[in-house]
């Protein structure tokens, strides 16, 4: 008697199979992770801005010149996911803007003198959407 060695045409499809499955289903939830943990890049760097803008406004009494490099205010430096823009400056009123780029194309979060913080999402990831009252952190408009 010989004995036979290996694996038979239909077990090494039944694994195949197996790992299509389990790839069909690991491949989105990791993307989904690296988008969320891009996220704070911008959320936390809105969130200090907004405390040195208000520190500008306690020195000055108003927004105007603040974003600018020799201000206790100065824009945040752009990241590798995201570009910072300061817009709205006036008397009482403010907008800093964080803007996606590369793999966060599409995201834009925002925040105002009011502390209204948004986030927008177009031609993002699929799921991923807009909200005007929160920073979305996760799939379906979850915020933070």
């Given at each position: 008697?010989?004995?036979?060695?290996?694996?038979?045409?239909?077990?090494?499809?039944?694994?195949?199979?197996?790992?299509?499955?389990?790839?069909?289903?690991?491949?989105?939830?990791?993307?989904?992770?690296?988008?969320?943990?891009?996220?704070?890049e911008?959320?936390?760097?809105l969130?200090t801005?907004?405390?040195?803008?208000?520190?500008?406004?306690?020195?000055?009494?108003t927004?105007?010149?603040?974003?600018?490099?020799?201000?206790?205010a100065?824009?945040?430096?752009?990241?590798?996911?995201?570009?910072f823009?300061?817009?709205?400056?006036?008397?009482?009123?403010?907008t800093?803007?964080?803007?996606?780029?590369?793999?966060?194309?599409?995201?834009d979060?925002t925040?105002?003198?009011?502390?209204?913080?948004?986030?927008?999402?177009?031609?993002?990831?699929?799921?991923?959407?807009?909200?005007?009252?929160?920073?979305?952190?996760?799939?379906?408009?979850?915020c933070?």
């Amino acid at each position: 008697m010989s004995s036979n060695r290996g694996f038979t045409l239909i077990e090494v499809l039944v694994v195949v199979v197996i790992i299509g499955i389990l790839a069909a289903i690991a491949l989105p939830n990791y993307a989904d992770y690296v988008i969320r943990s891009k996220i704070p890049e911008a959320t936390s760097a809105l969130s200090t801005m907004r405390s040195r803008m208000e520190q500008y406004f306690q020195d000055n009494r108003t927004y105007v010149g603040a974003c600018v490099a020799t201000t206790i205010a100065p824009k945040p430096a752009d990241t590798k996911n995201f570009t910072f823009a300061c817009s709205n400056l006036g008397v009482s009123t403010y907008t800093v803007t964080a803007t996606g780029i590369t793999s966060m194309n599409g995201f834009d979060f925002t925040i105002t003198q009011s502390n209204v913080r948004a986030t927008t999402i177009t031609g993002g990831p699929a799921g991923w959407t807009s909200n005007s009252s929160c920073w979305v952190t996760g799939k379906g408009g979850t915020c933070q």
